[in-house]
């Protein structure tokens, strides 16, 4: 029926008789990840005119500041001249529910289509896509960027091939099996190159069952966390590289509550800068005012450890942190559960290093060399879980998953 709504739009023959339907998965890459831009836009303000003064120019030209964050989600074909005509998804993957891969939910007869575009490629490609977006879409010039959390992925999409008889001649007609919509026709009947043929068994993500180390109890099922508390024996841990790590995780007395990473920031200058007191002196006009108690505590750049749908607003969070110094009140034991913990250390970092600079954008001393901090020269950081008061952010963040996975 796609098929023929097709035809008769574009006013050709219908089907009629169809010889073969071929039901094939096609491979895109998925490139996502938070998306965070410090934008300085010119902006030309309208002064008011003083006519005793008699001031000619009456235009004035300033520099407004923007953070700017954003889930960036692109597909990009990830085969090259296999036929299917497709050259986008033309869907944002968001929009579609995304399972994990598993071969027993693939219809008998399906033809899985191989990659053969390389993954590296498309990194670079999605990342100038971004660049040029924000220079598309912002007046002004981007100070600073971060692409934290980026992953890169394989979606399989379901096209049928619809091959009919038209007189003496086949002809191909390729249907969205999402949409349920026809997109293309092709003389002749449609094959897929040998070389495109799915061969070898694809990966299945099973998601592996947590059991604590200490006490053997079952950990909860969290697919995409780093962070296993045991409700059992009331220990902790983290993923490591060979298994787990237990961690002395250090709460805010709070009923809503998210992970955060910090990391201790340490400058040597002509001075020593290390604690709130001491750098107090440079972001001025945002820590002196602090209560008198979080003076001499050690200064910390933070990062969420957790994904959110609202980028903005979770940059803005991390910004604010950095001005409140919020960790002199935190106790040790297991935190009410909140949004998983998903974002590594790494990630953390480089999101951290991007606050600072922001932070001090607007302080002419702090552009100096021994204010300039990277991810690769913060020292390695702690898990804390803080607040979080803005109730939509956290119901949506709790509830954020890139891909739903089935259990069996
Ligand atoms: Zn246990």
């Excluded at 953070?67 to 869907?91: E, H």
């Excluded at 998601?207 to 969290?222: F, I, M, T, V, Y």
Aim: aromatic share 10%; hydrophobic share 40%; proline share 6%.
């Amino acid at each position: 029926m796609a098929a023929d709504r097709f035809l008769k739009e574009n006013g050709l023959a219908l089907t009629t008789s169809v010889n073969r339907a071929d039901f094939y998965y096609v491979p895109f890459y998925r490139f996502c990840g938070m998306a965070l831009d410090y934008i300085a836009s010119t902006v030309v303000e309208q002064q008011q005119i003083d006519f005793n003064e008699e001031i000619a120019d009456s235009v004035v030209l300033s520099k407004k500041l923007q953070l700017k964050g954003k889930n960036f989600d692109v597909t990009i074909p990830a085969i090259t001249d296999a036929g299917f005509g497709l050259t986008t998804l033309g869907i944002r993957p968001a929009a579609v529910p995304l399972y994990s891969f598993c071969p027993a939910d693939i219809p008998a007869g399906a033809k899985i289509v191989n990659a053969n575009v390389d993954c590296g490629s498309i990194v670079q490609l999605a990342q100038n896509l971004h660049s040029v977006n924000t220079n598309l879409y912002n007046q002004g010039k981007v100070l600073y960027s971060a692409m934290i959390g980026e992953q890169i992925s394989l979606i399989y999409f379901p096209i049928w091939a619809l091959i009919h008889q038209q007189g003496s001649n086949q002809k191909t007609i390729f249907v969205d099996a999402l949409a349920r919509r026809a997109y293309a026709q092709i003389d002749g009947a449609f094959e897929l190159g040998d070389n495109l043929h799915q061969v070898i068994e694809p990966i299945t993500i099973t998601p592996s069952r947590h059991q604590c180390p200490n006490c053997g109890a079952d950990l909860e099922d969290k697919p995409f966390s780093l962070y296993y508390p045991c409700t059992n024996c009331k220990r902790a841990y983290m993923l490591a590289p060979n298994g787990y790590r237990q961690i002395h995780p250090k709460t805010a007395n709070s009923t809503k509550t998210a992970p955060f990473w910090r990391f201790p920031l340490e400058l040597k200058g002509r001075e020593t800068y290390k604690t709130v007191m001491d750098y107090s002196k440079i972001l001025v006009s945002e820590l002196s005012f602090l209560r008198k108690e979080k003076r001499d505590n050690p200064f910390y750049l933070y990062s969420p450890a957790f994904y959110a749908p609202d980028v903005g607003r979770w940059a803005e969070m991390a910004l604010r942190l950095l001005k409140s110094q919020p960790h002199d009140q935190l106790v040790e034991k297991i935190p009410v559960a909140g949004p998983d913990l998903a974002i590594e250390q790494n990630e953390a970092k480089q999101m951290a290093a991007f606050i600072w600079k922001v932070a001090m954008t607007r302080y002419r001393k702090a552009q100096k060399d021994e204010f300039q901090v990277d991810e690769l020269s913060l020292p390695d950081g702690e898990i804390v879980w803080l607040p979080l008061e803005d109730e939509n952010l956290l119901s949506k963040s709790r509830n954020y998953h890139q891909v739903n996975v089935v259990s069996r």
